[in-house]
């Protein structure tokens, strides 16, 4: 397809919140919805990386509208400070993740890559809600990959403690991610919210999980800049063409989740734990 991030609307007046803004993908992501207009804040656990980041694009995009916000995805009480000091949010980019070696907890004692790249995300998006409500067409970026095709989710081993391999676990908080996109939209039709929920398979990027893993020796020969990485969550943000349950991969193809994926019964389990496990309940689309 024939779309750049030249392509984006103009984006004077949204606001926007990108976790994992200060590296890869999520900082091309966080510098363009800057530089059409957008008010962002860049979400991320470290102070100094998140302000040198800001600095950054403030240096890129002369007047850019941005701020560093404090967010440790794998710790719901900074979840739950930074969205209770978020304005308003039209574009929750939920982009931020962790590929960990050995197993390694949050502080609330999930597993780490669940903790982080959905429970975390979940948490965020339901205490956001009540903000992306009160926007018109607001939007629910989740950026998932490929690899949750090899993921596998056993509610009987959610932590890990038997069986835990980087790749599985990383495969399965993916294919969490995709669970939630898809249930978050079938909630928000349901009761007519006027929400988008989409996620992103960015493609084989060259960022730092893939630097700090085994397939580092691949940088800069397969692999895509980050810039490029971002262009599947840029599309998905602000494009007219989106709608909900959409699952947009590299060249903006229309991927088709896992059969897992797609299953509506295991949608609501992971949501009804995910709602006992983080103590967020999105009322505004509960079902009744
Ligand atoms: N690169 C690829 O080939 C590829 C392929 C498919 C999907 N993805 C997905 O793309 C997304 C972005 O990853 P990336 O490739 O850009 O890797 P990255 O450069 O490692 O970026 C990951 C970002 O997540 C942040 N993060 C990690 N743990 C966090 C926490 N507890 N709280 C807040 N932020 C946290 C990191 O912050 P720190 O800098 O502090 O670590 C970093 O900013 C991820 O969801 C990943 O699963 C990537």
Do not use: C
């Not at 989710?153 to 959610?158: E, G, H, S, T, V």
């Amino acid at each position: 397809m024939n779309w750049t991030p030249d392509s984006m609307p103009g984006l004077t007046g949204k606001a926007a919140v990108v976790t994992g803004a200060n590296s890869g993908i999520g900082m091309p992501t966080a510098l363009e919805l800057a530089k059409h207009g957008a008010h962002v804040v860049v979400a991320a656990r470290s102070p100094e990386r998140g302000k040198a980041t800001v600095a950054q694009i403030q240096r890129d995009v002369p007047g850019a509208q941005v701020e560093y916000g404090h967010l440790d995805l794998a710790d719901l009480a900074s979840v739950r400070e930074f969205a209770a000091g978020v304005g308003t949010v039209d574009l929750l980019i939920n982009n931020a993740g962790v590929l960990t070696g050995a197993r390694q907890e949050t502080k609330d004692g999930f597993e780490m890559q669940f903790g982080t790249n959905h429970l975390g995300h979940f948490a965020l998006t339901g205490l956001l809600l009540p903000k992306l409500l009160a926007r018109p067409g607001a939007r629910v970026v989740t950026v998932s990959s490929d690899a949750h095709a090899a993921g596998k989710l056993d509610f009987d081993n959610l932590d890990l403690k038997h069986g835990y391999g980087r790749f599985s676990a990383y495969g399965r908080s993916k294919l969490a991610n995709l669970l939630f996109m898809l249930e978050l939209k079938r909630r928000a039709e349901k009761a007519g919210a006027d929400l988008i929920s989409v996620a992103t398979h960015p493609g084989v990027t060259a960022t730092n999980i893939v630097k700090l893993g085994p397939f580092q020796f691949l940088m800069g020969i397969f692999m895509k800049s980050a810039a490029a990485g971002a262009v599947p969550s840029l599309y998905a943000a602000t494009s007219p063409d989106i709608r909900g349950g959409e699952f947009i991969g590299p060249k903006l193809k229309r991927l088709t989740p896992s059969q897992a994926a797609r299953s509506e019964e295991l949608a609501g389990r992971l949501w009804n734990v995910s709602t006992e496990l983080t103590g967020v309940t999105f009322n505004e689309i509960a079902y009744s």
